[in-house]
């Protein structure tokens, strides 16, 4: 606390400034920290609107998404540059961009974040504030020219924008070199990303059950084994020693009468990359994969159910049983 004169005067480590954080460096460290606990906060309360089974389309969901992005966004030409540099913030964003994500896309919380934001058509964050700065940029430079900012510049400059954004985040994705988590989307939509949007904006995201065998989150014998709950990775359908998405949607000999419809429309080498570009192209593909994957993971669902209720009623049972020296037998 400071005098002048005689009236005391606090002081703080940061200032506050049209709804920005400065701190006693003429950084925005403070700021992101401040900044991020609210968006988060405002995500979950939104989360609730936004269930992976039913619930608003994907156009609602991206309408919800961006009002909450702009919690972060704002005034992010005055520190775009910075974030780059800020490890620490970054990470609090991206842990953010997940949590939005899996809502908008109707993923498990526990989807990758590439993964999540590719599916759900939602570019991270510090190529937002980036691109954002270079517009801000490129209008005052038009008025420092004393020309006029019609709306036909207005909208070419935005739609070059949104290019370059998938362009440097496409770049991003390759540059990635630990992507054991979440490869299989990363590895089949990045080269992509520009028509993956558009069908996102024509056509909207895909259902619950189909992102489970795009992630391989789900009713998986490697997935369930992985979270404690199921003791091997064993494939219940068809016996294999390993069960994920890739043996679900290759191999499994429980659903080959499933699988032979896909193979008709793609072609004998199936695989993620190929279905996505197939997808993209062939609206009869995406109908036929989505139905392929409600009836796969629906049989899985029942199964595993199954299997709990037996496990829960032996468990029941046992507990009933009258102590040792009681029984007749």
């Known amino acids: 606390m400071l005098l002048v004169g005689n009236t005391p005067v606090q002081t703080s480590p940061y200032i506050k400034y049209l709804g920005l954080t400065l701190d006693e460096n003429w950084t925005f460290g403070t700021h992101f920290?401040?900044?991020?606990?609210?968006?988060?906060?405002?995500?979950?309360?939104?989360?609730?609107?936004?269930?992976?089974?039913?619930?608003?389309?994907w156009k609602a969901r991206k309408l919800y998404a961006t009002a909450v992005r702009s919690i972060i966004l704002y005034g992010a030409p005055v520190w775009a540059d910075?974030?780059?540099?800020?490890?620490?913030?970054?990470?609090?964003?991206?842990?953010?961009?997940?949590?939005?994500?899996?809502?908008?896309?109707?993923?498990?919380?526990?989807?990758?974040?590439?993964?999540?934001?590719?599916?759900?058509?939602?570019?991270?964050?510090?190529?937002?504030?980036?691109?954002?700065?270079?517009?801000y940029n490129f209008k005052k430079?038009?008025?420092?020219?004393?020309?006029?900012?019609?709306?036909?510049?207005?909208?070419?400059?935005?739609?070059?924008?949104?290019?370059?954004?998938?362009?440097?985040?496409?770049?991003?994705?390759?540059?990635?070199?630990?992507?054991?988590s979440?490869?299989?989307?990363?590895?089949?939509?990045?080269?992509?990303?520009?028509?993956?949007?558009?069908e996102l904006e024509e056509h909207g995201a895909l259902d619950y059950r189909t992102?489970?065998?795009?992630?391989?989150?789900?009713?998986?014998?490697?997935?369930?084994?992985?979270?404690?709950?199921?003791?091997?990775?064993?494939?219940?359908?068809?016996?294999?020693?390993?069960?994920g998405a890739d043996h679900t949607l290759y191999e499994c000999s429980a659903f080959t009468t499933q699988r032979d419809l896909l193979i008709q429309?793609?072609?004998?080498?199936?695989?993620?990359?190929?279905?996505m570009s197939a997808i993209l192209t062939d609206p009869s593909v995406k109908s036929t994969f989505c139905t392929f994957c409600q009836e796969v993971i629906s049989i899985k669902e029942k199964n595993e159910t199954e299997r709990r209720r037996e496990i829960l009623t032996r468990r029941t049972r046992r507990r009933r049983r009258p102590p040792a020296h009681l029984r007749r037998d």
């Open 33 to 57: 920290q401040s900044v991020v606990p609210k968006a988060v906060k405002a995500a979950i309360s939104l989360g609730h609107l936004m269930p992976n089974i039913g619930g608003p389309v």
């Open 82 to 135: 910075e974030l780059q540099h800020n490890r620490l913030a970054l990470a609090e964003i991206r842990r953010f961009e997940r949590r939005l994500a899996v809502r908008v896309a109707r993923l498990y919380r526990t989807t990758a974040t590439d993964a999540a934001c590719i599916l759900a058509g939602l570019p991270p964050l510090h190529l937002e504030a980036v691109s954002l700065a270079r517009r």
């Open 141 to 180: 430079r038009i008025e420092n020219q004393h020309r006029v900012l019609t709306n036909e510049i207005s909208v070419q400059l935005r739609k070059e924008e949104n290019q370059r954004i998938l362009a440097d985040w496409k770049k991003e994705l390759y540059k990635l070199t630990n992507i054991s």
């Open 182 to 198: 979440g490869h299989r989307v990363i590895m089949a939509l990045r080269d992509l990303l520009p028509e993956w949007q558009a």
């Open 211 to 243: 992102a489970q065998i795009i992630t391989g989150h789900g009713v998986f014998g490697d997935f369930l084994h992985r979270i404690g709950k199921e003791g091997s990775a064993k494939c219940w359908e068809c016996g294999a020693s390993k069960d």
């Open 265 to 275: 429309l793609i072609g004998p080498h199936v695989n993620l990359h190929s279905i």
